[in-house]
C-alpha cells in the first residue's frame, strides 16, 4: 500500500507561482516512479512532470521552462514549483506513485486555480 497526500494548491494570478508537495509513505517502488500529473475540466487527465527509470525528468511541453519536479529522500516528498502560472494550468493536481505490488497509486488532488 502507498500513500500519497497532496497540499499547497490555491488560487493565484495569472503568472504567480505555487509549491505542491506530495507527502508519500508506504511501499514505493521506487522514487523514480513518482510523479505530477493533472485533470482540467473536460480534459483527461495529463502529465505534467514526473522523475524516469534512470533518475532524470520529463516535463510536458506545455509546462517547460516554468515548472520543475523535484524532490527530498529524506522527507520522502515530492514537490512542483509552478512559476509564470497561466490560466490554462487550472486544473486538479495529483500525485502517483507504483507500489512494490506494481500497481499505481494516486493521491486524492490539490485544486490549482489561475485567475484574475
Known amino acids: 500500500q502507498v500513500q500519497l497526500v497532496e497540499s499547497g494548491g490555491g488560487l493565484v494570478q495569472p503568472g504567480g507561482s505555487l509549491r505542491l508537495s506530495c507527502a508519500a509513505s508506504?511501499?514505493?517502488?521506487?522514487?523514480?516512479?513518482m510523479g505530477w500529473y493533472r485533470k482540467a475540466p473536460g480534459k483527461q487527465r495529463e502529465l505534467v512532470a514526473a522523475?524516469?527509470?534512470?533518475?532524470?525528468?520529463n516535463y510536458a511541453d506545455s509546462v517547460k521552462g516554468r515548472f520543475t519536479i523535484s524532490r527530498d529522500n529524506a522527507k520522502n516528498v515530492v514537490y512542483l514549483q509552478m512559476n509564470s502560472l497561466k490560466t490554462e494550468d487550472t486544473a486538479v493536481y495529483y500525485c502517483?506513485?507504483?507500489?512494490?505490488?506494481?500497481?499505481?497509486?494516486w493521491g486524492r488532488g490539490t485544486q490549482v486555480t489561475v485567475s484574475s
Open positions: 522523475f524516469t527509470s534512470g533518475g532524470s525528468t
Open positions: 502517483k506513485a507504483r507500489g512494490r505490488d506494481g500497481y499505481d497509486y
Open positions: 508506504g511501499s514505493i517502488f521506487s522514487r523514480n516512479t
